[in-house]
């Protein structure tokens, strides 16, 4: 069952925005600098296994599936997160859910840094498979999370819906605002990751989701919903009887 957000709209819509950018952020450093393997976009680390059929190819089967293995954990444990807390405390389960999303992503950020999580050799797996599971508790989360057009992750749904609703195809031509929005955040952001890693180390990269990811989960902790706002004015007093 999906969960409503405890956010207004704009504000929804905007941390989405963000963490579609920080997907294509880390989608970025893991495809450029591990070995063409992607650690949020689940559907390219599939059709990579079969390619890697082929010896020529490059590619390497073992990379993605320690991808597919660590997101899938990480979507685990963003799944029973979401069913033992959305309904009660949405608020609390987002911010709860994507502060340990940024957690993840800052250690790593650490432990790369530190030199403990290689890009190179059999180390690099470890990192693959730790930036996966941050990406796959993302995903779970979002996927509980009732934000049509904004999956974060997948955009293939999202162009075909862009085209096929669109008054053009005979289709409502309702406004594409969320998937043109969806669209232009990824690319931004994998623009922006690819930018950064030609100047700064990958780990800058890292760095810097996690701090995008962290800004969303203080926005679900402090933000007071909209049904619990207090109205602006109050109601008049009743008059005094003499």
């Given at each position: 069952m999906a969960i409503s957000s405890p956010l207004g709209s704009r504000q929804t819509v905007a941390a989405l925005l963000t963490l579609?950018?920080?997907?294509?952020l880390v989608d970025a450093v893991s495809y450029l600098r591990l070995g063409h393997v992607f650690v949020a976009n689940m559907t390219g680390n599939v059709v990579f296994l079969g390619f890697s059929a082929d010896p020529r190819a490059g590619l390497s089967a073992a990379a993605s599936?320690?991808?597919?293995?660590?997101?899938?954990l990480g979507a685990l444990a963003g799944g029973r997160a979401a069913h033992a807390l959305a309904a009660a405390r949405p608020a609390h389960w987002l911010a709860g859910t994507f502060t340990a999303e940024a957690l993840i992503l800052a250690v790593a950020a650490v432990l790369i840094g530190?030199?403990?999580?290689?890009f190179a050799?059999?180390?690099k797996y470890a990192t693959i498979a730790v930036l996966?599971?941050?990406?796959?508790?993302?995903?779970s989360t979002v996927r509980h999370l009732g934000a049509p057009d904004l999956t974060t992750t997948v955009l293939t749904l999202t162009l075909t819906g862009l085209a096929a609703d669109s008054a053009l195809a005979g289709g409502p031509g309702a406004r594409p605002h969320r998937r043109l929005g969806s669209v232009a955040a990824m690319l931004?952001?994998?623009?922006?990751?690819a930018g950064m890693i030609g100047w700064w180390p990958p780990v800058a990269v890292i760095a810097a989701a996690a701090v995008l990811v962290a800004a969303v989960a203080v926005a679900?902790?402090?933000?007071?919903?909209?049904?619990a706002r207090k109205p602006l004015h109050r109601a008049p007093r009743p008059a005094l009887q003499a």
């Open positions: 579609t950018a920080v997907t294509g599936i320690v991808a597919i293995a660590g997101f899938l530190a030199g403990v999580l290689p050799g059999g180390g996966a599971v941050a990406l796959g508790v993302q995903n931004a952001g994998a623009a922006a990751g679900f902790l402090t933000t007071v919903p909209a049904t």
